[in-house]
């Protein structure tokens, strides 16, 4: 009895110990890589921080009015797009999409991407009965799919219309993107990819055929591109009245 | 004061009641297979889809649901208002509230993406969300209307039975509140994102559900062939004219808002003048037929008085608050999100700035249909097991003091 | 109640045939148990030992879940995709055949369990990219695991103790 009980205290304090030296080099992680402004992999067992917040600036000055190629892909990188034969226009997923839209007053036209503006206070998430829909320490929104059961209450809730609800059953998924018949959906901001210190598949797609119009970062860190372009030029979000202080940011409308 | 009623159940064995119970088995089965179907294809044989994500079985749900919170109104007009006229009634009022909430909740779960998730949407709460609250509240006006009718049917408990009435009728309207609520905090959407939601919803659920007990209960005595006097009859249709005219005045102050502001003409646009279905749905259906019609019907000196007249004006009130609900739903999902104002979509590859179509599939008629066949099913069951329904509901028995009869 | 009386069910059977001396046949005790068309890596152990993972693995992987969609730990050794990847057997075409097919790893036996999986209706079935399982940068990550394996161990302790 007194025997296991003492095991039972030396293993406490091996824990203890242990536990002790990771909270320390997690508590000296964040300066050592603060010293670095480029994007750095995170390492894998370390958990998201709020010390970020991943955000997109879109330079719609620099969309053509025929580019598709961050919409292609984000259909290539999560294996969306021409995964719901059934399912007809209004019923298949789009994560992102390309719209082209006019001012009334002037007839100043312009071509944009659309997809989840990653807010700091997304609507969806506040509706979501389970809290499937929620927004990781990073800034990035996500639905956790496992507890998602499917009303589309989020998908009311959402200003942009951004979620997609799988209308079908699906085959072939993407491992680092499951997807599924009757839960929802939206851009994930390539999390996976982020995850390992690489940007969204639609920013380096972007900036693959040099159009360059969008711009990936952490908007907490003063020194990254993107917190400095928002910085040199004017940017608007999309409803800003709505007060939900988007991670995505447009430039040019 | 003191009445001494009897309640007793129905005989139930004619060919009529097993013809009544076999048609709505019938009903609940049709409603099952097409359940099936929908949960095994997905959603895409539906007319649901990513830009009207409710649809019809919605508008049956929360008409099932509304419905449910204002049928219990009669009960609590007896206890917690102490109404006597209104007593011998509490009884079939809570049943008829449980059976129309069963109906309205499962109609509203076998349409979820993922019915077979109901243990998580039980388990894992987000205690922001309007929609996580009223799981609890459905769950609780059941167990709150359960006990009440066991206070008011159980003689040892008849004592307890004032307080329960009373949390019954706290409970019921903030569940109304809860749902109106769903409709009243998206901030995003045009046509709702208004306070005034809340009450309105609690008074349609007032004539919602009124319209429902009348003819339940004109059913049930025509068919039971149990006296069922004037003065009650006349008094609850009276009360479902003063509840109709409630509703339309919250629809005109509600749009009137809207109308007043610029942000919110193009939403009232579409509804009032040019939304081709909604348009008709609203003016035809919804104030004509459901409302204008039934309150002329109701209040008529000589129409009012006949019973075939007063079923028809509760039946229109029904129609018309499917109209209602349809427009408030269905409507307000068609018109387009206003993502960039001040700007047109010229184009879109997701339907951006357009007037969504929506055409229910028979499957999601089929599934709310279905759950207002259930909840007729337990109102029928309900009388033939227990005694929820009085002997006799004349006049000399409801009020010994009423005058004619 | 319902449900826990049927739960019971089993437990009374086997009373019974206690009390009558001689053994008899449980119910449904001629089933065999299916052979499934199963794959193990020859290189590579599971990642806990087979005992243990038979019987939690349902906690290693809902525990990863959680980690992975609401933290971003992206450790390897729990991921469901490292399941996929070395569980899945090929055909005779050298295809892979996807882990939830009826006689495949996953399904075999919980089909004769008649416990439902929730797992492939959004995740991949095959092997996609290769595995990192024993990549030196996934070892070197995985201080989450000396960590759990320190609770573990704790509380095996524990439970000696009382």
Redesign the interface.
Known sequence: MSESSKLADAARRNFLARAGVAAGAAAVAPGVFLSTSTAHARPADEPVSSEKRWGILVDTTKCASDCNDCVTACENENGWGSSEPNSDAAQKAHWIRSVTIKNKATGFAKTLPMMCQHCETPPCVDVCPTGASFRRADGIVLVDKHICIGCRYCMMACPYKARSFVHEDLHDQKPWAPRGKGTVESCTMCDHRVDKGQIPACVEACSADNHNALIFGDLYDENSEISQALKAKDSVELRADLGLNTGVRYRGI | MKLSMNYREIEGSSTGFWILLGGLALVIALAGGATLYMEHEGHYVTGMNNQIVWGMPHVFAIFLIVAASGALNVASIGTVFGKPLYKPLGRLSGLLAIALLLGGLIVLVLDLGRPDRLIVAMTYYNFKSIFAWNIILYNGFLAVTVVYLWMMMERRMNRYYRPAGLVAFLWRLILTTGTGSIFGFLVARQAYDAAIMAPMFVIMSFSYGLAVFILVLMASYNWTRRPLGDAVLLRLKNLLGVYIAAVLYFVLVFNLTNLYATEHHGIERFILLDGGIYTKLFWIVQIGLGSLLPLAMIYHPTIGKSRPAIATAAALVIVGAFAQLYVILIGGQAYPLEIFPGYEVVSSAFFDGQVNSYSPSVWEIALGVGGIALALMIVTIGVRVLRFLPESLEDAAVDPHAKGA | MLALLLLLLPLAATADSDKDGEKEALPFSDLTFPEPARHYSAEQKCVQPVEEMRKNHMNYILHQ?D?T????????RYAL?EC?NCHTAQDDKGEYVPINAPDQFCYSCHSYASVKI?CF????T?P??PSTLNTP??DA???????SN??R??LA??G??Q
């Not at chain 3, 209706?121 to 991949?124: D, F, L, R």
């Not at chain 3, 990550?141 to 960590?147: A, N, Q």
Request: charged residues 40%; hydrophobic residues 25%; proline residues 0%.
């Open positions: 879940r980690e969609v609401h933290r971003g730990i992206r450790t390897r995709e996929v929730d209706q959004c995740h991949a095959k996609v990219r940068e996934a990550t995985d201080s989450t695991e000396k960590l320190d609770i161990q704790l302790s524990e000696q103790a």
